[in-house]
């Protein structure tokens, strides 16, 4: 695979002209690409000293097979590619200059450019990120379901909203998070874009929470899921999914999706219940260019 089928550009909308079928064709497994792109087409790139955003492309035959794109923080986004294409792609940005601070793709995908990246510019990868992609097959909601109800959180609640994603990114190791939400920059993370659900119990208090993204492409997916720890084990983190997985049919998503921790069985066996299929693994690696 030469270099040259890969097109580059820095123009969004030029780029989704092009691919956008492309990544509309498997919602499922390109909903990373989706919605991150579709964040960068609303919301443009930070000015604050960030890089350039840049998009690519790899056409045969006529017809896009494989995108990437990088974030102005520096992140690369790659759809599934074959280990002599992640060759040849890293040989080509590392020709150009670019500088990825990171890397998530499909496990295999992101497995070989890490191989490569290190072979072409010395930098070493560590890994940050395993997971497992659900798509939701047929909505089973739990039984029995936890009394209570859920409901769409308004303005009053964003402080309940914001205090319990640090409390997930505390849990999960998501640093980078973190420091977004202390500097005061939550639109700027992660969540700034999500639609929140509580599940509150029959006196109203709310004691789980689940988020969307919007839908993009047919897709939804549902990140986070949290629930305190003193309130766990009582079926809430079931029932909120459920509730914001029917809302998400009801919306009109073709494709339901989320990720899970492949070493927490308990909610993957949650999920599975409630009607979610495993649909590939996904990982993701961290550059240092300081390595020998």
Known sequence: MLPDDWQLTEDV??????????????????????????????RGADARG?????????ESGGEVRAIFYRTPRGRLGLTPLSAEQTDALAAHLAGLGHSPSDVIA?????????????????AAPVPFWRTHLYRLGTLTPPQPCPEGRGRVVGG?????VVRWCREFCVDVGEQPSIDLIDAGSWDDSRFGDRHFTFWETPDGTPVSMAATT???????????????????????????????SRA????????VVLFTD??????????????????????????????P
């Open 248 to 255: 998400a049919l009801a919306a009109g998503a073709t494709d």
């Open 106 to 122: 499909d496990r295999d995908t992101a497995g070989a450019f890490a191989e490569s990246w290190q072979r072409h510019t010395g």
């Open 156 to 160: 009053k609640d964003r402080e309940q």
């Open 13 to 42: 909308d030029d780029f989704l002209a092009r691919a956008g079928e492309f990544l509309r064709s498997r919602p499922a497994l390109h909903n990373t690409p989706l919605t991150d792109i579709e964040k960068l087409r609303t």
């Open 214 to 244: 919007s839908i993009v492409g047919g897709m939804i997916r549902v990140d986070p899921v949290y629930t305190p720890a003193r309130l766990r084990g009582r079926g809430y983190a079931g029932a909120v999914t459920a509730e914001v």
């Open 262 to 291: 492949p070493a927490n069985p308990t909610s993957n066996a949650l999920y599975q219940r409630i009607g979610y299929v495993h649909v590939a693994d996904f990982a993701g690696y961290r550059f240092s260019h300081d390595a």
């Open 50 to 58: 960030a890089e350039a955003t840049v998009f690519g492309r790899l």
